[in-house]
């Protein structure tokens, strides 16, 4: 590849063309640059208040959402405090309860134009959750404004330099180390083969006729290409990993949580999640009641009909659980064929009434076996919580009396817990 002369070089096609745009642009870059400049601090500084809005999720929520449960007035009022004192926060309000609301300022007054932001809290707990409470947070976007003005001045001056500056030194690029090496450049590039080594380059192609730059473009953005598409592939092969690994995750935590026979919740789930409803109805002075279920005479349909029959007995029943109650309400299985439900907000008289069409499903119910149908029917005790139940456990504990009390009085009955 021979040397190209320097007296030569403005009948290359590519310093002409560079030349040209030169001599064209620099009229009207100094307004380009400034209008981009402040367009892209204004777009900077507003992304800046979206992301003080954001960070509420990973540095305020939690401990709003704990101050919440706890009803600890004074750490809400701390960690609003704390929202405002953010740059551009001018008010954060929490809403909880039914009738509880909280505002702090930070002095500023709210703008006709503001960013705001709701956040919904949660407290999650197993694999339900809890809405407590809302968060908003405003942003007031005149300082941002203001601060866009006061750099038009300094930007115009700053860039009107730049590009002054620019141009001379694209001008001595051109005559002194563009065109030298353009063409041992393309020559380099027309022999590149895919199993050579690649050292990426860094030039934005021309417009206009062809020249060396666009052999050079066409060949980065071919390469470029190449690697983007393949690089593409690996991360949807992480990402649908990924997607595998947390569906088996969800399912480990499902599985722990769910019995596997009846698919309501087991013993652990069950007091997990009623805990949580008894803490809540005590505070709040909620009524709800308890049901304990045990099928009649199960060991004489395992001796009868084998543990195949007694499983079968088992599904038919939670599946008959599973469709008798709300959503709300909490069904499981906490032993081999005794069975647990809370019914939360819930009067004993309705629950009394819930229980005995639980009895009558169950009773009318038929198994079908390979060997043949069973009929079974349940003993359920009820039991509800008032002032004078100390714990939940006693609750459980007087549901459960009131099931063998109805198994002492004939069975297939439902018996209401009288202290």
Same mark, same amino acid.
């Given at each position: 590849?021979?040397?190209? &002369? ?16 030169? @001599? ?24 800046? @208040? ?54 702090? *300022? &930070? ?15 949660? #407290? ?14 405003? $942003? ?8 866009? !003005?006061?750099?038009?001045? +300094? ?13 001379? !030194? ?8 563009? %065109? #030298?090496? %353009? ?54 092969? +992480? ?5 595998? @690994? ?10 722990? #949580? ?95 009434? @819930?229980?005995?069409?639980? *009895?009558?499903?169950?009773?009318? $119910? ?9 009929? +079974? ?43």
């Amino acid at each position: 590849m021979g040397q190209i &002369s320097h007296s030569h070089w403005l009948h290359k096609s590519l310093s002409k063309a560079l030349l040209i745009k030169i @001599l064209w642009f620099s009229s009207i870059v100094t307004f380009v640059l400034t209008a981009n400049q402040l367009f892209i601090d204004y777009q900077s500084d507003i992304d800046g @208040l979206r992301g003080t809005l954001e960070v509420v999720d990973s540095s305020h929520t939690q401990a709003l959402i704990n101050a919440v449960w706890d009803f600890d007035e004074e750490q809400i009022n701390h960690q609003l405090s704390g929202l405002t004192k953010q740059p551009g926060i001018a008010q954060a309000t929490l809403m909880y309860g039914n009738e509880f609301s909280e505002t702090v *300022r &930070s002095g500023r007054d709210v703008a006709n134009i503001f960013l705001t932001r709701k956040v919904t809290l949660e #407290r999650h707990i197993g694999d339900r959750s809890f809405i407590i409470g809302e968060l908003e947070i405003i $942003a007031d976007v005149d300082g941002v404004r203001s601060k866009l !003005f006061d750099k038009v001045l +300094v930007v115009l001056a700053s860039q009107g330099m730049k590009t002054f500056i620019v141009s001379l !030194f694209i001008l001595y690029i051109v005559n002194n180390m563009v %065109v #030298r090496h %353009v063409e041992s450049i393309s020559e380099w590039l027309n022999d590149f083969r895919p199993e050579s080594p690649f050292q990426p380059l860094d030039i934005s192609p021309s417009r206009g006729d062809a020249t060396e730059i666009d052999i050079l473009a066409r060949k980065v953005n071919e390469m470029g290409d190449a690697s983007h598409k393949h690089t593409l592939g690996l991360e949807a092969e +992480v990402l649908e990993r990924t997607k595998e @690994l947390e569906e088996a995750r969800v399912i480990a935590e499902g599985l722990a #949580r769910t019995d596997v026979l009846t698919g309501l919740n087991n013993r652990r789930a069950f007091f997990e999640f009623t805990q949580i409803i008894d803490h809540q109805a005590r505070r709040q002075e909620h009524p709800y009641v308890v049901l304990m279920l045990d099928i009649d005479h199960f060991k004489s349909v395992n001796d009868t009909w084998g543990h195949e029959g007694g499983d079968i007995v088992l599904t038919k029943v939670g599946e008959i659980m599973k469709n008798a109650f709300r959503q709300s309400d909490i069904v499981g299985r906490v032993g081999g064929e005794e069975f647990a439900v809370m019914l939360p907000q819930t009067s004993v008289e309705l629950g009394m009434q @819930l229980a005995d069409q639980l *009895r009558e499903q169950i009773a009318s $119910a038929h198994a079908q076996t390979p060997k043949g149908e069973i009929k +079974v029917t349940a003993s359920i005790g009820v039991a509800d919580f008032n002032s004078t139940t100390a714990t939940f456990e006693k609750v459980v504990a007087y549901a459960d009396r009131a099931m063998y009390q109805a198994k002492h009085n004939g069975r297939n009955r439902v018996e209401l817990y009288g202290g």
